[in-house]
């Protein structure tokens, strides 16, 4: 057993790795461009939207509140007229970039130490590179990649994104598990 303290180094380069692999991935190679369409008259639905102030949040259309009211005739009709949409609202202004880049970076630490805490349980110190790899980067897969699925299954993301989104999970996972491979104690 090797104990997560023990385990800081590689929990750390690990998620600066995936930190710099992200950011290639998401400024170099452009394949996630096309993850979000741009809406028919952008303009005009933006404006029409405008006159709700809409508070940050997720949101349903229709929405029912019951499964008694979703079984409702009413209901139906707004769901056959459309249009159906899930909805995502942020603050307005800007994306701020730097929230943003701090918080995916501590969910890369967080990872690593999940990971840590997983291949440490399992393995000894000294414990073969290939031992530690497996163990690691199933974790960081898991991790990275799978419950990005849910998004598809219950919320109609597109399958293509999703299929990016693990692939981009998949190259996390093998820089995290090389480097603690690399890095074990």
């Known amino acids: ?27 170099v190679f452009k394949y996630h461009n096309s993850d979000f369409a741009k ?23 229709p929405r029912a509140v019951s499964s008694k009211e979703m079984a409702a005739p009413e209901y139906a009709e707004k769901a056959k007229s459309g249009p159906v949409a899930l909805l995502s609202v942020a603050k307005n202004g800007m994306p701020k970039m730097g929230k943003a880049l701090v918080n995916w970076f501590i969910y890369t630490i967080v ?3 999940f990971a840590a805490y997983i ?12 031992a530690v790899f ?27 994104t999703t299929i990016k989104n693990t692939i981009d ?9 090389g480097t603690f ?5």
């Not at 491979?181 to 104690?185: D, N, Q, R, T």
């Open 181 to 185: 491979g690399w890095l074990w104690p």
């Open 1 to 27: 057993m090797v104990s997560i303290i023990s385990l800081w180094l590689p929990i750390l380069v690990s998620a600066i790795f995936v930190f710099i692999v992200s950011s290639v991935v998401h400024m």
């Open 134 to 160: 497996r163990f690691t980067g199933a974790t960081a897969f898991v991790a990275y990649a799978i419950g990005g699925w849910q998004e598809t299954i219950w919320f109609n993301r597109r399958l293509s």
């Open 39 to 61: 809406l028919p008259d952008e303009d005009g639905v933006m404006q029409d939207l405008r006159k709700y102030n809409i508070p940050p949040g997720d949101y349903a259309m």
């Open 111 to 113: 990872i690593g130490i």
């Open 169 to 177: 999970g998949l190259i996390y996972a093998l820089v995290t598990a």
């Open 119 to 130: 291949a440490g349980r399992a393995l000894g110190p000294e414990a073969p590179y290939l």
